[in-house]
């Protein structure tokens, strides 16, 4: 493990461990620490960022880029949802104790997740985030939760028998699980079939055709802002990180034996079955979920290229994922509040009560389906032009046209919900609570820096693959 | 003059936020702040369109991957941002009446304005991939605009609108990722005089072809006639669809040298559209979709005279795009004129508005000889100098397919002039549009009268662009 960053992952585990004894005096306190063991978490490694991305002076950049971003994606949704959690009256829903402890508590495993150097640590830590969300899931105490909960548990714990042979045969032939020690040691047959298991186990915990099942049923039914959380970034660092680390080990090495085109098949399979399974929903959330099975494809695909370039566009995408079916999920969360109801048949004319979820929304859906200047078109187009560059050309036309797939679902999903005349069941509602639009304006905006200042942002990502 | 390149497209990108702030103070500001925001930017790319013809003038910031973003200043260019940003600032005058007892007036202005600025964008990119990024902005205006009207229907036009542009735009941005991997950049002043493979090319065309409404993309344009009639103007005269014949004669006529096959079949491929839809205008009843039939038949005029492969029709296709954008503007809005008055799009049960509503009937007159191409309106000559060039280049199924479709322009204009303004009344008393209404429409007929009479000046621009920048088909 890097120590550099340690303390982001320690003090959200000192907050959760405190909850449950301060919380007996008063509510408020609990939430206000929670936010407050984000805000300043966010605040100081965004400075860092921010920091380099607007002065351009890179040359006392010493630390892990790649580490540093992730941790600052991981506070980002964290804190996102924790804030709209605040206002989202929780209490009047879950046990506010237990809940805010387990969000902070997977907070600081992913931020151990992403400092991890071996894979073991790795793998303590992804079960760490598994045991949380299980638990998150339930958060509501419904029926539809407990059953996403049971359903998350069984459907993806063989990725964790996998994960565990794949270790333990790697540390039968190398005696070590670093990733360096693996990485500039010849890649032989034995290790392939291990990274392999541990592959698979990845593309399970992560959601990628054809291991999708679980994903639409586990996002549709738990407690809405942990859906956001766990479609934000909870699955995505459980999950697609590890691979993104496997493609840079891998990188260096000649041999692969046919990884690469496996990878790249699993990647255009879940962009496809992702794209046509969106359109067909009939239930928001589900929806989101298919589109995120969907966008899981497009990571797939550029980190089976095993390229440099491949692996910036991966990281890239990864973070714009986080931000915008952030968005979309907290405002799918703001309209099931409003409405009681997440069946897009039931919703219709949300535009003139919700002109705030509205437009956030189009911004996200368009960020996603990588119209420009927004930053999902430029980790779009580098995905295209890495796969290009590695000689897959159909693979890189193919996913190019399936955007417009992206596009079309989305479009029906903003006619149906926001567009159209207002139905009249609908008349009474309000748009969402100014305090639950903070977070969901604030990503969405930026979504739009970070598109418009591409070139900085690239300066800073840049440093990823150095 | 490197300033005023970028302030052209930045006032209006950046000014389209602005309104709805400017909202929150008063409806009137928006508005007067819309027109303000659309004169400037016509202000200086008339002040641009003076210094055209030197060399140089050039603004850009460095983004990685040769991804520039960067803007040029042409002939080429600053004529069309003329064009539009005319046409579009009469539109914008225009709406303050037509619009102000409709809903979303502010998302309205905000998009029109966008809608501009991104076309400034547009024309004077240097660098096919921010072309590519503010081409898709204007098709994100357009989904709005297109929609503005909340209805099932309006809302699925309008997803029909932007999933057929920007599926073209895909298309086109394989082409352009292609040209991209093959030069190392995209910066059109690098790539300037190189040959182009068909692949890509066929790919950029898909693009334009969508975005212009050319078959087999065509249907797209006469459904997103369920929008108001100031944002139909506006997509078919001033911005949309000329996107795509100015990106034609951009990327094929002044960067690239083109294989001649590739030229031929995007002569064929028009000429059948401008029959097609010569011939769907005739039998359509609905006074919108017969003048965007019309806008349709008559791009493909455009694109004969820039697809022909000579300078003389390259400069008559400039010109045509000049004389359409006026005329086309005006038709549209005597339409919503029309539209508003009698409540209904109808023709058959129109008739006789000629007594009741004079001047409008003079403008439509005025503008449909335009394009007819009767002499002296503008039409006329952009149409012979757009016949002459393809003739000359030895040719002649293509100009005869073409002849045909000019015939078939006469007809239908005639016919959907004697069923809206002559025969028997059938709606009881219409009135005249509003003063700003009507003054608009007269405004845009008039201009097309003098232009015609004063060709000397917009044909010696539109030669001398064409001798500079037109790089001609592939010698191979």
């Known amino acids: 493990m890097v120590t550099d960053f340690l303390s982001y992952s320690l003090i959200p585990l000192c907050s959760a461990l405190a909850i449950p004894f301060i919380s007996r005096k008063s509510r408020r306190i609990t939430e206000i620490l929670a936010n407050v063991t984000l805000l300043s978490g966010l605040i100081n490694v965004g400075y860092i960022i921010l920091h380099y991305i607007i002065k351009m002076d890179y040359s006392s950049f010493t630390f892990d880029a790649f580490t540093l971003l992730m941790i600052f994606t991981i506070y980002l949704v964290g804190l996102a949802v924790v804030f709209f959690s605040t206002y989202y009256e929780v209490e009047n829903d879950t046990n506010s104790n237990s809940y805010y402890s387990l969000i902070l508590i997977s907070v600081s495993a992913m931020c151990s997740l992403v400092m991890s150097r071996d894979f073991f640590t790795l793998y303590i830590f992804m079960e760490a985030i598994s045991v949380c969300s299980f638990a998150l899931i339930t958060s509501s105490n419904s029926k539809n939760s407990i059953e996403a909960s049971i359903k998350y548990f069984f459907l993806t714990f063989p990725a964790s028998v996998l994960i565990i042979f794949g270790i333990s045969i790697l540390m039968l032939n190398y005696g070590s699980f670093d990733f360096d020690t693996i990485k500039f040691t010849n890649i032989n047959f034995l290790t392939v079939i291990a990274l392999s298991m541990i592959i698979i186990g990845f593309l399970i915990k992560s959601g990628i055709a054809p291991f999708h099942f679980w994903t639409p049923d586990v996002y549709q039914g738990s407690y809405s802002p942990i859906s956001a959380y766990l479609a934000g970034i909870v699955t995505k660092i459980g999950g697609i990180y590890a691979i993104i680390k496997i493609s840079q080990i891998l990188y260096n090495s000649g041999a692969t034996y046919k990884i690469s085109a496996l990878l790249l098949f699993t990647g255009m399979l879940s962009v496809l079955i992702g794209a046509f399974g969106a359109m067909v929903q009939k239930d928001f959330k589900r929806m989101l979920a298919y589109s995120s099975i969907s966008q899981m494809g497009y990571i797939i695909l550029a980190t089976a290229t095993f390229s440099p370039l491949g692996i910036f566009a991966a990281v890239f995408h990864l973070v714009n994922h986080a931000t915008f079916k952030t968005v979309l999920f907290l405002n799918s969360a703001c309209v099931e509040k409003n409405t009681g109801t997440t069946n897009m048949e039931e919703l219709k004319g949300l535009e003139k009560k919700m002109p705030y979820t509205s437009w956030t929304s189009v911004i996200a859906l368009l960020s996603t389906a990588g119209v420009p200047p927004l930053s999902g078109f430029w980790s779009k187009v580098l995905i295209i032009i890495a796969l290009w560059q590695s000689g897959n050309k159909y693979y890189a036309v193919i996913a190019l046209i399936a955007s417009i797939l992206t596009l079309a679902y989305f479009m029906i999903m903003q006619k149906k919900v926001f567009f159209g005349k207002l139905s009249e069941k609908l008349t009474e509602v309000k748009e969402a609570k100014f305090q639950l639009l903070i977070p969901v304006i604030t990503i969405s905006i930026i979504i739009i820096l970070s598109g418009i200042f591409f070139n900085r942002v690239y300066f800073y990502l840049e440093k990823i693959i150095m | 003059m490197d300033k005023t390149l970028i302030l052209a497209v930045l006032i209006p990108v950046l000014g389209a936020f602005t309104l709805p702030i400017f909202n929150k103070i008063s409806k009137d500001l928006r508005n007067v702040m819309a027109v303000v925001i659309a004169a400037i930017t016509f202000i200086l790319n008339s002040m641009l369109m003076q210094s055209a013809f030197s060399e140089g003038i050039r603004f850009a910031i460095t983004f990685p991957f ?187 006529g002044t960067v690239f040298y083109t294989p001649e096959s590739f030229n031929y079949a995007v002569l064929i491929i028009t000429g059948i559209t401008a029959l097609v839809s010569g011939g769907a205008a005739l039998i359509e009843t609905d006074i919108k979709r017969i003048i965007a039939y019309s806008t349709i038949s008559q791009l493909s005029f455009i694109f004969l005279g820039l697809a022909s492969g000579s300078k003389m029709a390259f400069a008559g296709g400039i010109l045509y795009i000049l004389m359409h954008s006026i005329a086309k503007a005006s038709l549209f809005l005597c339409a919503g004129i029309i539209e508003q008055k009698t409540h209904t799009k109808d023709i058959t049960k129109m008739g006789g508005l000629v007594k009741t509503m004079p001047l409008t009937a003079l403008a439509f007159a005025l503008s449909s000889f335009s394009v007819m191409g009767l002499p002296p309106f503008g039409g006329f000559f952009a149409k012979f100098i757009v016949f002459k060039g393809a003739i000359e280049t030895n040719d002649i199924i293509v100009p005869s397919i073409f002849f045909v479709g000019a015939i078939l322009t006469m007809l239908y204009l005639s016919r959907l002039f004697y069923k809206v303004f002559l025969g028997n009344e059938k709606i009881n008393a219409p009135s005249e549009g509003s003063p700003t209404m009507v003054a608009s429409v007269l405004f845009l007929a008039f201009v097309g009268l003098v232009l015609g009479v004063m060709i000397s000046y917009p044909y010696s621009y539109a030669n001398t662009t064409s001798e500079i920048m037109y790089m001609g088909v592939s010698v191979k």
């Open chain 2, 66 to 252: 040769g991804f520039d973003f960067a803007f040029k200043l042409d002939p080429l260019s600053a004529f069309m941002a003329v064009v539009s940003s005319l046409t579009s600032l009469v539109i914008v005058i225009y709406s303050i009446d037509y619009i102000s007892h409709y809903e979303n007036q502010t998302e309205y202005y905000t998009m029109v304005i966008l809608f501009m600025g991104s076309m400034m964008g547009l024309v004077y990119s240097d660098n096919l991939l921010w072309m590519y990024i503010f081409w898709e902005l204007t098709g994100f205006a357009s989904w709005r605009l297109v929609g503005f009207f909340r209805g099932e229907k309006d809302v699925t036009k309008a997803n029909k609108t932007i999933l057929v542009t920007m599926f073209g735009a895909v298309v086109m941005l394989i082409g352009i990722i292609y040209i991209y991997l093959n030069n190392q950049t995209l910066n059109l002043s690098d790539l300037k005089a190189r040959e182009i493979a068909v692949l890509p090319a066929v790919l950029i065309l898909f693009g334009i072809f969508s975005k212009s409404a050319i078959l087999p993309f065509s249907t797209w344009l006469p459904d997103a006639g369920v929008a108001p009639s100031t944002v139909t103007s506006l997509l078919h005269a001033a911005v949309l669809v000329k996107i795509g014949t100015f990106a034609y004669a951009k990327i094929f």
